[in-house]
């Protein structure tokens, strides 16, 4: 498990004079608050290139103050029309902007989207704009991305998130393990390998990446502002459909070489699961151009003990499933290595495919 840094109420829009929060920390679907100790919480502004020195802002401490809201002055530096973010985090980390390797032992931070500044209250009618405006609708997260001591490492992973109570549209855990897979530790060391990708001619490389979603309509409110390619809904009742091996975005039509099925969280529902195992028999099976034939990586992490089902059916419909890596949680700490043996709270990574392991090696 890890624990989440948000806005239970969100900051407005637009504001004239100081915003008003209530922050939260709990675990991924705010069932569980943290609780084992009082937490410092700060925060910072953001507008372009500067970013503000951070502020304490409260101590958290459930059930004394869960639900109470503080308010956060504007910057003096704010000037009226300016859009202006604020980002709230927790020590040990020294900003808002996280390291994927720090999860089991830092609270992940938030910032909000962006708050436009109306000026000083003017008699009152710039806090009535401002009431006016509402809430927002979503918040950032983002990683340094990179192992610890990776001082090369410039590239950041940025999450957005609903602010809404529609689970769906926030990030989970096993989606945050998700880029702490060491392709060293899951594929060279466990002897599998991915084949070799031949790189298009330059002229050739224009259009958009089709990704599959499983989680219908409603997710393209997440993914479309997460990643830049073109999504759309796997639906696991319906044959595949046609795009899955030739993708026809963005210019002329190309064969696709279904190589890795990547997914995380997919477990909650075992109503689900026969829809499931048959879709993931029709994505593993080896197409005329694949070789070997498409690997298939999962991100799980436990919530009943009903979810393990799932092995035994796919293991009935020829799919194989090795467990290769397990990364801590929060309940085991930032000294806790990984490692094979399932821990509570931790995230299992798991290989699988049809027919002949020794294919995929």
Request: charged letters at 20%.
């Amino acid at each position: 498990m890890y624990f989440y840094l948000s806005f239970l109420r969100p900051p407005p829009t637009a504001a004239a004079s100081a915003v008003t929060i209530t922050p939260q920390i709990a675990n991924d679907l705010r069932t569980e608050l943290k609780e084992d100790k009082p937490t410092e919480i700060y925060y910072t502004w953001q507008h372009a290139a500067y970013t503000s020195p951070p502020t304490k802002l409260t101590t958290y401490k459930p059930p004394v103050n869960t639900y109470k809201p503080v308010s956060i002055p504007l910057p003096p530096q704010a000037k009226p029309g300016q859009c202006w973010r604020l980002g709230l985090f927790a020590p040990p980390a020294r900003g808002v902007l996280g390291r994927l390797d720090s999860l089991a032992a830092h609270v992940c931070g938030v910032w909000s989207d962006g708050i436009t500044i109306l000026g000083s209250p003017n008699g009152g009618k710039n806090d009535k704009q401002a009431a006016a405006a509402g809430k927002q609708t979503r918040v950032f997260r983002e990683w340094q991305l990179g192992l610890k001591g990776d001082v090369h490492c410039a590239q950041t992973l940025r999450i957005v998130e609903q602010t809404s109570f529609d689970l769906d549209k926030k990030i989970w855990d096993s989606e945050s393990a998700l880029p702490l897979i060491d392709e060293n530790t899951v594929l060279n060391a466990h002897l599998w390998t991915l084949p070799a990708q031949t790189e298009p001619p330059e002229d050739e490389r224009e259009g958009e990446m089709t990704s599959p979603t499983n989680d219908g309509a409603n997710a393209d409110a997440v993914v479309a502002p997460n990643i830049e390619i073109h999504s759309k809904v796997l639906d696991w009742d319906d044959v595949l459909p046609a795009w899955v091996y030739r993708n026809t975005d963005g210019g002329p039509a190309v064969d696709v070489d279904l190589v890795m099925q990547v997914a995380a969280d997919v477990t909650y529902n075992t109503a689900s699961f026969p829809a499931l195992v048959k879709t993931l028999r029709s994505l593993l099976q080896p197409t005329g151009t694949t070789t070997p034939p498409p690997l298939f990586l999962l991100a799980y992490k436990e919530r009943d003990a009903s979810e393990r089902d799932l092995w035994a059916m796919a293991r009935q419909e020829g799919i194989w499933l090795d467990k290769v890596d397990v990364i801590p949680g929060h309940e085991q700490g930032a000294g806790e290595e990984r490692g094979e043996e399932s821990r509570p709270g931790a995230t299992e990574i798991w290989i699988g495919g049809m027919g002949d392991r020794a294919l995929a090696r």
